[in-house]
């Protein structure tokens, strides 16, 4: 039932009461407005469109003279139902189709058909339904295909009063026709789809919008478009039509694994090809859909590949009310739509990227640019502005670059890049001020289809900060940081270069190594600020001497290397020559070195080889000069050697020592013996020094002082100390255990190497439980120099052990920095004099007068004194009276072996002889 004054349409065949002309007139005479349309093409029915008159009448089916002139005229069945689908009024092609109330296509009471019932169901639900299909029988058995459309119709006031059912049987000629108006419609979705796609519309949209076209213009009931997730899904992105609710009650997947992938749109992704169901309730693939399609009134459908970048993402998938609605026509026109979906994604995808690279064009560091062949800027990015300033905005790029970037680019940059197509070099760019940027540079050349040169493109970086960098890291690599003097990597360059030019022009250079002798010293006691300033300062002296083009390096703590390049043509020339320059380097160090606001009195240990020599590397130079070193440092400070052949076995014994020494421990070529500590007043002995001695098989007895410097310089020094410490506390605890007293403890030495290694506290706690050491039995014997390498770290390690009970004593006390400040601050229990000041006690001189006041301190701040090296009665005599209570020293006992000194506490008898 139409609104009241709304306009309706009916397609008006002939019939026994007259056409179409004569309905428009019946409707004119009864106050209408009317309006006739002739389709064009062969049979095609009229269109008659009728408004009512304005004024409130009766429904125009109620009407005497409208219902047998007008509603029974028209081809199509027509029932007008009530909201209860009661039938009102069927015309006399309903009354055709559905003969009559008695028959079982309509029911005694009168209600719809039930084949209608699901247009009926939407129409009265306030949907309107078009086109579609149903299947009914008639009497005979046979089966007559529909298509149905329904409305609602409301009053005025829009209450609902019931739905109008227009139905067709679609005959060969309903078919011919609609397969027509299916062309013209679907070549207009076509246009309207082309119009859309050449937006370039992102995805979400187009696919939207392709899906309201086809419903829209082709008359399907549901179009969706699906896409293929990472799960192997077809998820719907887009929907469109009266069925969309189908879309919601299906699952669909792209893999024939599950039977959700096995329907059309699986086996459309999977294969790239359209499927057609024609009748979608027979069609077998449909088996996990046909109940929901049948339900929504779906007959047919289709499914058509989309594809992205040439691989099928997903599908396009359309759906009629009606069985056989595809058409190979309309297939072909589907086939085309897809094809111009997937260009439009291509095309998409091309500008979305080419988005992309603007975006990182415009938005690059970089100098990015582009010229004409003559060189005319056709665009360049805002890098080029930060960059350059101004000077970007030059019409010529080359007016850009200062004059040797310029003829680079044009005599090697361009004609490489046209021979080429790419160039990369350094080149440089003008900033506003005129300053010159260096750049790393890459030119590009870009030619049309046939081969002409259309443009040149550019991507320059500012490489001044890899400048700087390589700057830096070349001096890193080769200067000294301290001295900013070469390194040792920068002499062996120099000096491999030196002897190739000296061997060739038969000339004579030579290495001269120096050695700060107390250099050390100052570094331990003061702070590596004070050695470092004091390095500089040396230096720089050495340089100011130094004749021009030989080379002055650092390669050690205290050590340089002077490379002269070229003394003389002869060897004893060169060799007096190099003696000239030591002289010089001797005279820099009569006066004083500033360092710090202070002064330092230094000498200098030199040694000296020439160059070249037959069959040697540059290596092997260093040695030589090193071995010249060592034997002057061995003679006396402040001495000079030049390199002899037989300083080489020297330099060879020592290397042979650390090998024999590497596997001394394990052969039990070590032992130790013990030095007795005296009580001074009552004679008896108070502790025990641990010593350590090598018996070697072949070269005899091994003093220490020389196998513990080999020690301490190769890392031996941590196993060595080790065993050291776990022997001797074996060693002593049954003489502690038979009820020998040790009041003044166990002493035992303790490397710099071994006190600032890892686990150093953790090595003595661990050897202290194992061996079941009472840690209070235990010294530790440290030098100055170790304390202040790092006073805190060395306070923090003897506090550790101090809880344990372990005690500490200062050896060899006076040669070192002696400083009140870390007396006082760090748990000490011991003052060892050194043997040095004990020995000139009776030479008269300040050395008795420095015990003195070693005693006194001592004494004040409440620590023990041991005298070392006592070997005259007078010295022991000289302590006594002085207050020192504890000595050592061949006077009273040699050191002695486990045994000796167990006999010595002993006795024979087994009772203790201390």
């Known amino acids: 039932m139409a609104e009241e004054g709304a306009p309706w349409t009916l397609r008006v065949e002939q019939g026994p009461h007259g056409g179409a002309d004569r309905i428009a007139r019946d409707l004119t005479d009864l106050g209408y407005s009317v309006t006739l349309e002739h389709p064009e093409g062969q049979g095609a029915a009229p269109l008659l469109q009728a408004r009512p008159p304005g004024s409130r009448q009766r429904p125009f089916w109620q009407h005497p003279e409208v219902a047998p002139s007008l509603l029974h005229q028209v081809s199509d069945a027509i029932l007008i139902c009530d909201p209860e689908t009661r039938v009102l009024f069927m015309n006399q092609a309903a009354r055709a189709l559905f003969p009559d109330p008695a028959s079982p296509a309509v029911p005694e009471s009168g209600f719809a058909p039930g084949h209608l019932a699901p247009s009926l169901e939407h129409a009265l639900g306030g949907k309107e ?454 002289q010089q380097i001797e005279g820099a160090f009569d006066r004083p070195f500033p360092a710090r606001n202070a002064e330092f009195h230094l000498t200098a240990s030199m040694g000296l080889a020439l160059l070249p020599e037959p069959d040697c590397a540059p290596g092997t130079y260093l040695q030589r000069v090193g071995s010249a070193l060592s034997a002057a440092k061995a003679e006396r400070r402040g001495s000079r050697r030049f390199f002899r052949p037989e300083m080489v076995s020297t330099v060879q014994h020592r290397l042979d020592l650390e090998q024999e020494l590497r596997g001394a421990l394990n052969r039990d070529e070590l032992h130790l013996v013990f030095q007795p500590i005296w009580d001074l007043d009552s004679n008896r002995i108070s502790g025990l020094e641990t010593l350590v001695r090598w018996e070697h098989p072949q070269r005899g007895p091994i003093s220490p002082g020389e196998f513990i410097p080999i020690a301490e310089q190769t890392g031996l020094i941590q196993p060595l100390g080790r065993w050291i410490l776990e022997t001797a506390v074996r060693t002593v605890k049954p003489w502690l255990e038979g009820g020998v007293e040790l009041p003044a403890g166990l002493a035992v030495n303790i490397s710099p190497q071994q006190f600032s290694g890892r686990g150093f506290v953790e090595c003595i706690a661990e050897t202290l439980e194992s061996c079941a050491f009472p840690g209070r039995h235990l010294k530790l014997e440290i030098t100055e120099s170790l304390l202040m390498q790092n006073l805190s770290l060395a306070t923090a390690k003897i506090q550790q052990l101090r809880e344990l009970g372990v005690t500490f004593a200062v050896d060899d006390f006076g040669t070192g920095y002696s400083s009140l400040a870390y007396l006082d601050q760090l748990p000490l229990e011991a003052l060892k004099i050194d043997r040095s000041f004990v020995n000139r006690i009776e030479q008269g001189d300040s050395a008795g007068r420095i015990i003195e006041a070693v005693i006194d301190l001592a004494n004040n701040l409440e620590l023990n004194v041991v005298g070392e090296g006592i070997e005259t009665e007078a010295q022991r005599r000289f302590l006594c009276r002085q207050g020192c209570l504890h000595g050592q020293g061949f006077l009273l006992s040699p050191p002695l072996s486990g045994e000796e000194l167990a006999h010595r506490l002993f006795g024979p008898s087994g009772a203790t002889g201390n």
């Open 129 to 582: 339904v078009v086109d579609q299909g149903v299947t009914v029988g008639d009497p005979h058995g046979d089966k007559r295909e529909l298509l149905v459309s329904a409305r609602p119709v409301r009053d005025p006031s829009g209450a609902l009063r019931g739905a109008v059912v227009v139905a067709r049987e679609l005959t060969g000629e309903h078919r011919w026709r609609r397969s027509l108006e299916q062309a013209r419609d679907l070549y207009a979705a076509l246009s309207e789809t082309n119009q859309f796609l050449v937006t370039t519309p992102p995805p979400e949209e187009l696919f939207a919008r392709v899906a309201q076209i086809v419903v829209d213009y082709a008359g399907f009931q549901l179009a969706w478009v699906g896409l293929v997730d990472e799960e192997g899904w077809v998820r719907p992105t887009a929907t469109h039509g009266q069925a969309h609710p189908y879309v919601n009650d299906i699952r669909v997947a792209a893999s024939a694994d599950v039977p959700e992938g096995r329907g059309p749109t699986g086996i459309c992704v999977r294969t790239g090809e359209h499927v057609i169901s024609r009748r979608v309730l027979e069609d077998p693939h449909m088996g996990p859909w046909r109940g929901v399609a049948e339900r929504h009134g779906l007959r047919s459908s289709g499914a058509f590949p989309i594809r992205r970048n040439g691989m099928v993402v997903g599908a396009l998938n359309v759906y009629s009310g009606l069985p056989d609605f595809l058409s190979e026509e309309l297939v072909h026109l589907l086939d085309e739509m897809v094809l111009d979906i997937s260009f439009a994604l291509d095309n998409y995808d091309r500008n979305e990227r080419l988005r992309q690279l603007a975006e990182i064009i415009e938005g690059s560091p970089d100098f990015i640019g582009m010229v004409d062949p003559r060189g005319n800027v056709l665009y360049r990015n805002p890098a080029a502005l930060r960059l350059l300033g101004r000077a970007a905005l030059k019409p010529n790029l080359q007016d850009a670059h200062p004059d040797w970037a310029t003829r680079k680019i044009q005599q090697e940059g361009l004609p490489r890049a046209r021979t080429e197509g790419v160039w990369n070099g350094e080149t440089a760019f003008l900033d506003s001020t005129g300053r010159e940027v260096p750049f790393s540079q890459t030119i590009i050349a870009h030619r049309d289809r046939h081969g002409a040169l259309v443009r040149y493109s550019t991507i320059a970086r500012d490489i001044t900060d890899w400048h700087r960098a390589q700057a830096r890291i070349q001096q890193l690599a080769y200067q000294d940081p301290v001295t900013n003097l070469a390194n040792r990597a920068h002499l062996l360059e120099r000096l491999e270069g030196a002897i190739t030019r000296l061997d060739h022009a038969g000339r004579y250079g030579a290495l001269l190594a120096l050695d700060l002798d107390s250099f050390q010293t100052i570094n331990d006691s003061l702070g590596p600020g004070v050695g470092d300033a004091l390095l500089h300062s040396v230096g720089d002296r050495l340089a100011s001497v130094l004749p021009e083009g030989d080379l002055l390096a650092r390669v050690g703590a205290d050590e340089f290397i002077l490379l002269m390049a070229d003394l003389s043509g002869s060897r004893g020339s060169a060799e007096q020559a190099a003696e000239r320059v030591a």
